[in-house]
């Protein structure tokens, strides 16, 4: 089976750094995902490494470890609006199997 | 770039009845498809796999002559609800694939159904 471990809810403060971490066990790896979901609404997608290391996307960046099954996604500068579900999704072949979702509040 | 349609956005049926949810990339060609289900406060589960031209692929435990894939053309794929049941009411998220150096999914904004 594949397993993707995500911490069920997150709480941060506006303005600070949140880091969400996600831990994996696939029978294949071909790439791992960040999604950002709003409730009721369909998940955007945020960023990608198929390498160890780090991408940086303006205020997120996120880290990958192949060996250790670890990835974490990091947000800086936290708004408001970044208030919403995020999802890391390992690619194993063709297909995207997804972490059950960390619930991030942002708090004023 | 990379927008997907889902048509409808909310539907509510009664059971028995069959429902067809419409998925579109609006701007890109997609040779592939996917179709998730998701329930409250959980994640995405992958239902099947569409190539288009070819017979959906199911995942483990997704019954096929339940929920009909067809990928009639390379931005258009359908998902048919059949003999639906309360059970069936759920949030079906389709995502179409750009194919490239990472494959990237790029998801319609989903369908609510709901079986009375």
């Known amino acids: 089976g594949q397993n993707i471990d995500q911490p069920t809810e997150m709480t941060a403060t506006e303005g600070a750094i949140v880091q969400i971490n996600c831990t994996y066990q696939t029978s294949g790896f071909n790439g791992l995902f960040w999604y950002q979901q709003h409730a009721g609404e369909a998940p955007t997608f945020l960023s990608y490494?198929?390498?160890?290391g780090l991408e940086e996307k303006g205020r997120f960046s996120s880290f990958l470890s192949r060996s250790k099954g670890y990835s974490y996604l990091l947000l800086k500068e936290l708004q408001m609006k970044d208030s919403a579900s995020y999802l890391c999704a390992v690619k194993n072949f063709n297909k995207f199997y997804f972490g059950s979702g960390t619930k991030l509040n942002v708090k004023p | 770039g990379a927008v997907v349609s889902q048509h409808p956005s909310r539907v509510i049926c009664k059971s028995g009845t069959s429902v067809k949810i419409e998925c579109r990339s609006l701007d890109f060609q997609a040779t592939t498809m996917f179709w998730y289900r998701q329930f409250p406060k959980k994640s995405l589960m992958l239902m099947a796999t569409?190539?288009?031209?070819?017979?959906?692929?199911?995942e483990q435990g997704v019954e096929k002559d339940k929920f009909l894939i067809n990928h009639a053309s390379l931005t258009l794929s359908t998902l048919t609800v059949t003999s639906a049941h309360p059970e069936d009411s759920s949030f079906y998220i389709c995502?179409?694939?750009?194919?490239?150096?990472?494959?990237?999914?790029?998801f319609g904004p989903g369908t609510r159904l709901t079986v009375l």
């Open positions: 569409s190539n288009e031209g070819s017979k959906a692929t199911y």
């Open positions: 490494n198929v390498l160890d």
């Open positions: 995502s179409a694939q750009i194919a490239g150096p990472t494959d990237t999914q790029y």
